[in-house]
C-alpha cells in the first residue's frame, strides 16, 4: 500500500531552526509536495520537489532524496506566525496525491 | 495563483437532508478537486470533477451520496446527500493547471451535521 509517514507534533523555540521529516512508500513518483495549514484555514502551497536536493526559498527549504523516500522541510528564523500543521504529499506515478496526516507545529516564545 | 471562492463558508444542517456546496475560480483551470478534512486529520479526496462528464470517485465515495457537477473550466459543485453526524467535516475544493502541478485550495466550508 502507499503510506506517508511524519511525526504527530512538533514544538520549537522563537527565533531557532526546525526540520519536519517526511518519508514515503509508494507506487511511483512524480513529485512531493509541502503545504502549510493554519488552524481553521485551507492548506497553502509551500514548496515542491521532484529532484534531488535542496530547494531554499526564503526561510523555508525542502529537501528530497527519491532513493531513500526521504523529504524533510526545514524551517528557520521561526516566528509565532510558522505555528501550523505541515503536509507533506507525494503524486504517484497516477499523478494522484497521497497526502499524510500533517506535523502540527507549536512554537513557544 | 488562482483566486478560489467557496459557498456557503459553513452550515448546520439536520440529519437527512442535503447540501450543496459551491466553488468558483477566478480564472479557468483544468483540474477542479474536493476533499474532505475530518478535525485533526489530514485531506482525503472525494473525487475529481470533470468538465463536461461524470466525476471520478475514490475508493469509499460514490456518486448517490456526493453527486459533483462540473458545467465549466469555472465552476463546480459538491452535493452532500442524507447528511448524518458523520459526514460533519470541512469540505474543500482545490485546482490545479494540470495533473502534476501544485494544487490550490478554497477556503472550505464548515459543515455540521445535527
Known amino acids: 500500500g502507499q503510506n506517508i509517514d511524519q511525526p504527530t507534533e512538533m514544538t520549537a523555540t522563537e527565533g531557532a531552526i526546525v526540520q519536519i521529516n517526511c518519508t514515503y512508500q509508494?507506487?511511483?513518483?512524480?513529485?512531493l509536495f509541502w503545504y502549510q495549514q493554519h488552524a481553521g484555514e485551507a492548506p497553502t502551497f509551500l514548496s515542491y520537489?521532484?529532484l534531488d536536493g535542496l530547494e531554499e526559498k526564503g526561510r523555508f527549504s525542502s529537501f528530497l532524496s527519491r532513493s531513500k523516500g526521504y523529504s524533510y522541510l526545514l524551517l528557520k528564523e521561526l516566528q509565532m506566525k510558522d505555528s501550523a500543521s505541515y503536509l507533506c504529499a507525494v503524486m504517484d506515478s497516477n499523478y494522484q496525491l497521497i497526502w499524510g496526516a500533517g506535523t502540527k507545529l507549536i512554537i513557544k516564545p | 495563483s488562482a483566486v478560489i471562492s467557496q459557498k456557503p463558508s459553513r452550515d448546520i444542517c439536520q440529519r437527512g437532508t442535503s447540501l450543496t456546496i459551491q466553488c468558483q475560480v477566478d480564472?479557468?483551470?483544468?483540474?477542479m478537486f474536493w476533499y474532505r478534512q475530518q478535525p485533526g486529520q489530514s485531506l482525503t479526496l472525494i473525487a475529481t470533477a470533470n468538465q463536461g462528464s461524470e466525476a471520478t470517485y475514490e475508493s469509499g465515495f460514490v456518486i448517490d451520496k456526493f453527486p459533483i457537477s462540473r458545467p465549466n473550466l469555472t465552476f463546480s459543485t459538491l452535493t452532500v446527500s442524507n447528511m448524518s453526524p458523520e459526514d460533519s467535516s470541512i469540505y474543500l475544493c482545490?485546482?490545479?493547471?494540470?495533473?502534476?502541478?501544485?494544487?490550490?485550495f478554497g477556503p472550505g466550508t464548515r459543515l455540521t451535521v445535527l
Open positions: 480564472s479557468q483551470v483544468t483540474m
Open positions: 520537489n521532484v
Open positions: 482545490s485546482v490545479s493547471a494540470s495533473d502534476y502541478n501544485e494544487q490550490f
Open positions: 509508494t507506487s511511483g513518483f512524480n513529485g
